[in-house]
């Protein structure tokens, strides 16, 4: 039973499953698996954007389709690049690195917008202490990433549809690309 073993036994089972190279054969499919999750919800996510723009949704509905869809390529990105990088963790970064074709490169890598969507609460505590007059947006906007190059004008979140950028507290960020390396990774786990 997970948890009961004793440090002996888990410090074995570490240890084969760092000479499997961070997966035991026998478990890949559980990543794959797991893989395909967060790359399907990421697309779904996307394709709500899509269909929101096209009916006229409200700004709510589109900056939250798209803050879904970074969220889960987010979580994908962390079966390619743990937190932690130490223990099976890193090995099984590198054994699906490899799998999935994905290196330094893949806009999965880009931390940047994984740490401004998971720590938005401690960036906005921040943002707050250096912004303290202007216009403030706290609501979700659908509009031009300009606004956010305005002194005295703070965005919270806005999407872009033309650029297809996502500002987060001011912040610009480029979302096609990672949609894109979604596509192709889910391709990739259909596949499978």
Not at 101 to 125: I, K, M, Q
């Amino acid at each position: 039973m997970a948890g009961r073993e004793s440090p002996d036994e888990k410090a074995r089972r570490i240890a084969t499953v760092k000479e499997a190279k961070g997966i035991l054969p026998m478990h890949c499919v559980f990543y794959e698996r797991s893989i395909l999750y967060s790359a399907s919800r990421s697309q779904k996510a996307f394709m709500r954007y899509d269909q929101g723009l096209e009916s006229g949704a409200t700004a709510d509905e589109i900056v939250s389709s798209v803050h879904e869809a970074l969220s889960h390529a987010a979580s994908l990105s962390r079966f390619f690049w743990p937190t932690r990088a130490q223990g099976v963790a890193s090995s099984r970064g590198e054994q699906l690195r490899r799998a999935f074709g994905v290196d330094h490169r893949s806009p999965l890598y880009e931390r940047e917008l994984r740490n401004a969507l998971e720590h938005f609460d401690e960036r906005l505590d921040e943002y707050l202490l250096w912004n303290d007059a202007g216009y403030f947006f706290p609501d979700a906007r659908v509009d031009t990433h300009e606004l956010a190059d305005e002194l005295i004008g703070h965005i919270f979140k806005l999407v872009d549809p033309s650029r297809q950028i996502f500002v987060v507290l001011g912040q610009k960020f480029y979302f096609d690309p990672v949609r894109r390396e979604v596509k192709r990774i889910l391709d990739l786990a259909i596949s499978r």
